[in-house]
């Protein structure tokens, strides 16, 4: 059963942050092929959901994939994929989910 994905406020401006800071460094056809990946890669996770690792220490049904250097987390439940956050793997994300 193949489920949509919906992405949060908070993803959708962790992407536009990303967009931009990847076509002021690398130009906009880095940051096209960023989102033709990204676009690609919540497809295939609405198809197969569970594919990315486990995260209940940040939240119920919490799990991350990556992208390029960057890390997806979403949470999954019956029929959604919840795009949670988007952001850089190099970031301490702890910090940002081990209070929920």
């Known amino acids: 059963m193949s489920r949509i994905y919906e992405i949060t406020t ?9 967009l931009s800071r990847l076509a002021e460094v690398g130009g906009y ?5 960023f989102l033709n990946t990204l676009n690609k890669k919540l497809k295939n996770l609405a198809a ?6 486990a995260r209940p220490d940040w939240g119920p ?6 992208i390029d250097r960057y890390v ?7 029929e959604l ?3 949670i956050r988007v952001m850089s793997g190099y970031q301490d994300l702890d910090e940002f989910f081990i209070d929920e």
Do not use: M, N
């Not at 049904?61 to 990556?66: E, F, K, S, Y």
């Open 61 to 66: 049904h919490h799990r991350t994939i990556l």
């Open 48 to 53: 197969f959901p569970f594919i990315g690792i």
């Open 81 to 83: 994929v919840e795009i």
């Open 72 to 78: 997806i987390v979403y949470r999954v439940t019956d």
């Open 10 to 18: 908070a993803a959708s401006q962790d992407i536009d942050a990303i």
């Open 29 to 33: 056809g880095t940051a096209d092929k």
